[in-house]
């Protein structure tokens, strides 16, 4: 059989939340078939399995990646796990998928990206926010220069009530490294920088709140796993940021999990061109006209890669597609990231090392 046409064989770590959805994704490609799970959890293991048909779950991920017949794995862990689990899989030879966010710090990620180097494997950081055709079409208008000169941009993800579950693995520090700058900030931020094709921050000058969750406000109840009601909250739940990219353009950054606000939910990228502006929310260029502006929805069209993540990550396996989310501009998020919480630690600017 040649290579195009094999069954690619995946296993998912971690069937919590979102390892759902790392199951069903990986239903929609005809050449992927999950053949293991990893999961800590029995009870959540064997649900997992018997819903989607997976034909083995065992409690230590490390047994899984000793089998030759396993192609990849996807992971669906808690953060502080993403750079150990992700580093094992790639040095046993599997292609890796990684949720976001990339590690709990850059240099984490940096040592996870040259373990993915070294085996000439497929590596993703999950960045699935990119993937919704809009976007993919809205990013190819704005490499087209439809926009003119991108100057600045602003990304947010703010929630009124939507902290994971408060003393979960998710408001505690030293497993989930950050709050929703980690959480959802990771996303807009990736998708803005995506959008725009400049990953190439210079300095950033950030804030971070906890102004809900330690008094017990702002639950969101998102996720599975256990939860430590002695736990002390101890991640942000509002953060802020201007990057100043090198370029000279800037971007702004807001998340939060719990804000006093009128919507349950407010996300958006919104891009400043000097010919003209857009946003994904909805998506939509914004040109100036002879008399007034008027908005032009973005189409889905023919998207450049599979909407769905997993079946792009196993095309990518295939050698049918090329990543969409490079490793390196998932090492540059987090490199942004990591300056946001030292500028709000210090009090300073952070300056980001030319590369
Ligand atoms: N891309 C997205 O839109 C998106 C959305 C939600 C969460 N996430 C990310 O996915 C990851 C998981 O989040 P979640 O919401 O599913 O969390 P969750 O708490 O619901 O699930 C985590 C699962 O991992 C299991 N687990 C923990 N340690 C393990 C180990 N050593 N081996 C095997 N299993 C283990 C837990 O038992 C649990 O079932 C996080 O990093 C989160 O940031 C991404």
Redesign the pocket.
């Known amino acids: 059989m040649s290579a195009k046409e094999r069954t690619i064989q995946v296993a998912v770590?971690?069937?919590?939340?979102?390892?759902e959805a790392h199951l069903q994704g990986f239903q929609s490609h005809p050449a992927a078939r999950v053949v293991a799970l990893?999961?800590?959890?029995e009870e959540?293991a064997r649900t997992a399995c018997e819903k989607y048909g997976v034909p083995e779950a065992v409690s230590d991920?490390r047994d899984l990646l000793k089998r030759d017949d396993l192609d990849a794995v996807s992971i669906?862990?808690?953060?502080y796990?993403?750079a150990p689990v992700a580093r094992d899989a790639l040095d046993a030879g599997k292609h890796v998928m990684l949720?976001?966010?990339f590690a709990t710090n850059a240099r984490d990620a940096a040592r996870v990206l040259d373990a993915a180097r070294r085996k000439k494997v497929v590596f993703m950081v999950?960045q699935?926010q990119r993937f919704p055709p809009e976007r993919q079409k809205l990013k190819n208008l704005v490499a087209a220069g439809k926009l003119g000169e991108v100057y600045h941009a602003e990304a947010f993800w703010l929630r009124r009530a939507g902290i994971p579950r408060i003393g979960?693995?998710f408001t505690q520090k030293q497993f989930a490294g950050g709050g929703c700058a980690y959480?959802i900030g990771v996303h807009m931020l990736d998708l803005c920088l995506h959008l725009i094709g400049d990953f190439d921050a210079a300095a950033v000058s950030g804030r971070t709140f906890a102004k809900f969750g330690p008094r017990g406000l702002g639950n969101g109840g998102?996720?599975?796993?256990e939860i430590d009601p002695q736990a002390k909250f101890d991640v942000e739940d509002f953060a802020v940021a201007l990057i100043k990219m090198r370029s000279g353009r800037t971007v702004l950054l807001r998340a939060s999990w719990a804000a006093h606000m009128l919507e349950r939910s407010a996300e958006n990228v919104i891009l400043y061109g000097t010919e003209a502006g857009a946003t994904i929310n909805p998506p939509q260029l914004i040109l100036p006209g002879p008399k007034d502006y008027r908005a032009v929805p973005v189409p889905a069209g023919r998207p450049t890669v599979n909407p769905e993540r997993m079946a792009h990550f196993v095309d990518c396996i295939l050698g049918r597609a090329e990543p969409y989310v490079k490793p390196e501009e998932s090492l540059r998020v987090q490199r942004i990231l990591d300056a946001l919480y030292r500028s709000s630690e210090t009090g300073r600017e952070v300056r980001i090392r030319a590369e």
């Open positions: 770590i971690g069937a919590g939340a979102i390892g990893a999961e800590t959890n959540r991920y669906a862990l808690p953060n796990l993403h949720d976001k966010p999950g699935n979960s693995w959480d998102w996720g599975r796993s």
